[in-house]
């Protein structure tokens, strides 16, 4: 079992399941730089592995104006449009 640390309150601990994972990523994948300090370091490198894991992977990297607001409404319909899964960088 996995342990996953929930930050918003160590209080009362919420034990929670991983979803089942399967051994094939196949799809359509963003990258969502959400503009935080290094997030973009983050997302080259996982892009850069999912590639040599994955090569099937169409990744498409994606970015918001800032990371002190919520994606505009246009970058979120595109990213819904184009990808069939998300990742989002929150790196410091």
């Known amino acids: 079992m996995t342990t996953i640390l929930d930050p918003t309150d160590e209080r009362r601990p919420i034990e929670r399941q991983l979803a089942s994972r ?3 990523l196949k799809g359509r994948l963003a990258l969502l730089d959400i503009r ?3 997030g ?8 850069h592995l999912l590639s040599e894991k994955y090569p099937k992977v169409e990744v498409t ?22 990808a069939d899964l998300v990742v989002e960088a929150l790196a410091d």
């Open 36 to 38: 935080k300090p290094r």
């Open 22 to 24: 399967t051994s094939e």
């Open 61 to 82: 990297r994606y970015a918001k104006p800032t990371f002190t607001k919520p994606a505009p409404d246009q970058l979120r319909k595109e990213i819904k449009s184009q």
């Open 40 to 47: 973009n370091v983050l997302l080259d490198r996982l892009e």
